[in-house]
Each structure stands twice: as structure tokens, then as C-alpha cells.
Nanobody, 120 residues
């Protein structure tokens, strides 16, 4: 019912910036949550940042002050602006969305993942 398209990953030097995008598509869509997780080599997937419908945001301690999550409601798109990137930010970043046609049909969806590599 819901399709997610991620983009924006790539290779960047330490201190550089990237912006990830995730667009959700579907008719009559209500989105309760949009956010980002990441999975680094040899580590478990962890939450990075998210925004709920009321505009409240959450950030992992490791990215506070460097990453910013934002949302374009008209486009059903969530963004992750990543500044001052560090090698430890290297991971596959996954968009995740909780959405449905009404409050009783909400389900979780995941994007395909986009690789972010921070290296000299």
C-alpha cells in the first residue's frame, strides 16, 4: 500500500555534509511517524532521528547538534540533513514510516536503505 523511495547517500570526507530524502507514496495516506535508522558494519540497526505527526523530534545522542530531521507534509517526505560527518557515521541508513489510510490500519514500512560512507 505504501512505497518508500530513499536517496541522497554517497561518499563524503570527514566534516562534510549529506542530505537524505525519503518519500512515501500512497492514496489517502495518513503518516504518524517518519524517521531514520542506521546500521553500521558489525553493529545492530539503531535509531538516528525521527519526527512524529505533532512535530516532535528525537535524536540519538551521537548525532545531536550535527543531524537535523525535517518533513514536508505536502510531499510526504522526510529529510535527514547530516553535517560535520564523522567516520563513525558510516552505515546504511534506512527510512522508516508508520502510515495507513486511517488510525486503525497503521503499519510500519521500511525503505531499501542508502549507503553513507565517511572516509578520506
Amino acid at each position: 500500500q505504501v512505497q518508500l523511495v530513499e536517496s541522497g547517500g554517497g561518499l563524503v570526507q570527514p566534516g562534510g555534509s549529506l542530505r537524505l530524502s525519503c518519500a512515501a507514496s500512497g492514496s489517502g495516506l495518513i503518516i504518524a511517524y517518519m524517521g531514520w535508522h542506521r546500521q553500521a558494519p558489525g553493529k545492530q540497526r539503531e535509531p538516528v532521528a525521527n519526527m512524529v505527526s505533532g512535530g516532535y523530534t528525537n535524536y540519538a545522542d551521537s548525532v545531536k547538534g550535527r543531524f537535523t530531521v525535517s518533513r514536508d507534509n505536502a510531499k510526504n517526505t522526510v529529510y535527514l540533513q547530516m553535517n560535520t560527518l564523522k567516520p563513525e557515521d558510516t552505515a546504511v541508513y534506512y527510512c522508516n514510516v508508520r502510515a495507513g489510510t486511517d488510525a486503525w490500519s497503521m503499519r510500519d514500512y521500511w525503505g531499501q536503505g542508502t549507503q553513507v560512507t565517511v572516509s578520506s
